[in-house]
Structure formats: structure tokens, C-alpha cells
């Protein structure tokens, strides 16, 4: 059987077409959008499930093509660019179901990249750029240093990357001298025509000594500037997040992720591996969690949500969890997990039973259209269930902060539960956030008994008693104002504001671009175009950590197609991470990023638009 579909925007609409070259009788389309999708003409909506949906066609004669005309359901939403298009989509007919073509370019928009031209003196092809450069004249022709145990990350890094490598016995004696003095990632290099040195605040401060001898090789061909390098970032959390749970990435993109990070020094792997439709880690106390939402689709728990199509996914084991810490901590990036409760917890509310009130009959519908995707704190379970996974999980990773994930509980949580009227009643709580701030305190608490800190997305510092407490980390996505508020609450924070750091927005406007647009478009400049502690709060600037880059699934149906919307964004980020504020245009971004070109070859990884 030969089966023919293509789908395009049409204004508002969405216009699929199907053909087969042998009659269908009856075939259900099976496909997914970003949103709830409607049905406008030529077949009837059988099931949906937040983005899912299956279309019972009419029969569909030999040669024939079928036009179905979709749209968004809700009335703000209207396809904004081919990301929003049908994903996944297959045909059942009768119980079997048939792959279809994808029906539209999935390709990610690629960099036309300039030749790298001359920089200006005073400039180093480096991102993020050096806090202090001073150019003695004249170069070293370098190409490798002794080895040192601190430049092991490194040099495993340039082999990877198919570089020659950074050590070699050969190579020139630069043993970091540690001084104290330094910050503990900070370092001064200092390369003269018979030689080159090495002191640093630590062992991190050297291991980015040697990237910056690394990428500095292999911008200048071996011939480095003579001169000195003084740097240190301004902060200590250099973060990137992916969504591991609505896109199942492999651990090899895991790690190819760390590399690129390496590179520009950032140092915080956010792993957001559980979400409404997939946990994805191996837990030894609830088998069944990874065991039934690793793979969604035909006959699995969940359907093909988020461009699943007939079966797809997968989980994590320990040994992959050991692999992805092992890689990261050669490369000085610690690993963030996170457990999303008490909402976008669809899938574990489906695996796990006893965490949902059966007397709920509350209408509250999750931003992605679950009607079912919040735990609930009135349930004698939760307590078993939510304890045990946050320990199993805290236990397989050394950093001692968990995520608690807390954002985006729909607008009427909880009020159809009579438990949980109960449980306002006997704890003196007024409102849904209240219940929330209830929760998630307790939560942490048994954190910090146990010597971990609660890290959870803004929305946890709500609630009357001031949310989630216990010194936990705040990171503030849907702009600065919250981690700002967070701050003068007494917060740590992290700051990832969607409009700056979410690289899973479109580039542009463009119907022909891919991506999310809630939080409107992120071209490369507005990467920059921001500062982590703003304006006008000089107060807060103390309580933040750092700043994060946020890459999610929701429409990624290949590894691959993560990689040109996460870069040459994350170079942006980069910069914020290290440097002082407001000292890289995007004109000297754009002039830098040519340079790193063929590193990103190297590690075949496609870069967006510039
Ligand atoms: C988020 O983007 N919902 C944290």
C-alpha cells in the first residue's frame, strides 16, 4: 500500500491531504498538533487528548485524495509556522496502523554563515569573551600542552570533536598554578613567544584555561596571540535545560549537548526528563513509571501526544544516568534533575494510581489541554509516592538540589476535590496557591532534612505562607518580573526568561520558520538584549545565581532538529553566563560565531540562523 499525505497552512487552517493507491475503508488519521486540535471539514474528531487527535475519515477510494481541513480549538491559537503543523501523523485502518510521510519539511532553518573576517585588536575569537585580554604582541605557535590532570576534560573534548589532540608528552609544560586568591573558576593565561602559564583559582578555573587554548587553536591555526587573559565568570550557574520527556533524546545528544556546553563554558545540565507525557527515569521504587510512558502511541498508555506518531520514545536507565554524569563532570558541568509535580504529572498520575481524588469531578484543563495532570496533596499516596521517587532520584545524582519542577498548574486546581476542600479547612488555606505553597513546603522540608536544597520554577514562591520556603532555588521563565519579586522575597534565583533564553521559539516571525511563539520570536539578538540582574534592582543582584538557557519538545520528532534552535542561540546565553553586563553587541557576536563554525562541524551539530 502506498500512502500519500502533505499538510500546509492556510490562513487559520490547516490543510491535509490524504491518497492511497488502494481503498481504505473507513482509516482513522492519528496525528498530533501543539494544541487541541478541531476538526473544520471533511471528518469527524473520535478522541483527543491535549495536542492528539484522531480523525475518522470516510472511505478513501484507490487514487483518491482525501482533504481533511484542521484548525486550533482554541480561538487564540492559529498555526503560526510549519512547527504547528500536524506531527505524527498516521493512518489506522481497521487495527492496523500505517506510517504516513511526514507531509511537510521538519528541516530547522541553518546558519548562512560569513567567512570569519579580521576582528578587531583588542578581540579574541572567543565566546564568551574574556573579562580582560592584554596583547603583549607577536604569537606562539602552539599545538598541544603536557599533560596535567587538569586538562583532561579538554583534551577528551578536542578528541571527540576529531581535533588534534589538546596533550601530548610533547606539548608545552603549563601546570596551573592554584592560587587561592583567584576565583575558583577564574584563571589567568598568559602567553608569551617562548611559552605559555597557567594559574587558577582551581581545578575549573584551569579546565577553562585549556578551552580557552583549545578553541583559541584552533580559531588562530595554531599561531595564539601573545598576551594575557584574565577571566572569571560573573556567575556560578551557566545552565542549560532540555525537555527530555516530550522528545525522548538519545544520551548520545545528551552528551553531544554537554560538549557544545563545554565549549562555552557553562556548567548547569537542567534534565527535565519527567513531564505530562513520559517519565523517563528508571526508578527502581516505581518500575512501572519509566516501564509504561517511556513509549507512546499505538497501544501504549499514552498516545502519540507531541508528535509520538505510531510509537516512539524511550527511558533512562542507571547506567545512563552514570554515563551522562561521568561525561559532565569531566567537563565540570553538574546535572540538575527534575521531577515535575504537582502538575504537568499526567503520566504519572496514569502509571501510578492513588494520586487523584476519585470524587474530583473539577473541570480545570493544563495549558496543554489535560484535564487529569495535577497530583494531589489530599491523597494518602502522594505522601508514599511523592517521598520515595524524590529519594530515589535525589540518590542517583551527587548535585544537592532537586527540582521540583511547580509551574503552570491549571487555573481552577483542586476545586472540584472534596479531599482537598477538607485538607484547606483543617490547614487554614484559602486559595489553589495556597494549597500549592502547602505542598511543595512540605516537600522541601524533607529535602533539607536530608541536605538537599528544592529547587522549582517561579510559580512555587506562591502561596500565603510564602510558597515553597527552605531556601529553595527560583528559576523565573516567563520573564524577569517573577525571579525579581522571588529575589526580594528572599529567593535564590536563576534567571531564564522565555523571551531571552527559551530556544525552542521560532527565530522569526516567518511562516516558513519552526517553533514555539507564546512568548514571541527569539532572533539571536535578544539573546543579549537583557540583563540578568536588570536595571533598576541593584538590591536583588546578589540572590542571582545565574542565568539558563531552556530548550523544549513539544515539536521535536529528531535529535537533530534540536541542535540549529538551541545553536548559535546558546552563544547569547554564553555571554550573559560569563560576562560582565552588557558588554557583547550582536555585532560582535556575529562576528565571533564565524570563528566557532567549524568547531560546530566538528561536532556535527547544525547551527539557526545568525
Ligand atoms: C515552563 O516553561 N513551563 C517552565
Redesign the pocket.
Known sequence: MNLGFSARIDGAQIICDIGSDTALAAPVLCFSLLAAPRVIDGGVLQRRLAGYGEVVLPDIAAGQIHRLVLAYDHPDYSPKNRAWLPLGAYLRVGKTAHPLPAGFDLGVHLASMPAAAPLPAQTLPLIPPPQNWQGSGGALAFAALRPDPAFVGADALARRMGLAPLTAPDGYDARPVIDPALPAEGYVLTIMPAGLTITAGGAAGAHYAAITLLTLREATRGQLPCGTITDAPRFGWRGQHLDCARHFFSVDFILRLLDVMALLKLNRFHWHFADDEAFRLELHSYPDLASKTALRGEGHLMPGVFGGGISAGGSYSRADVARVLAHAAALHIQVLPEIEIPAHSHALIKAIPGLRDPGDNGEEMSVQGYLDNIVNPAMPSTWDVLPAIMDEVSSLFPMPILHLGC??APHGAWEGSPAVHALMAREGLDTWADVQGWMMEILAARLAARGIRAAA?EEAAKGKNGGIGHGALLFS?TGQGPGVAAARAGYDVVMCP?PHTYFDLAHSADADDWGARWAGVLPLDNTLSWDPAPDGSPDIAPRVLGVQG?F?GEFTTADTQAEAMIAPRIFGLACKAWERQGVTTPAQLRAVIPYYAPLFAAMNWALGPL
Open positions: 509551574d503552570e520554577w521563565w522565555a531552556c523544549w
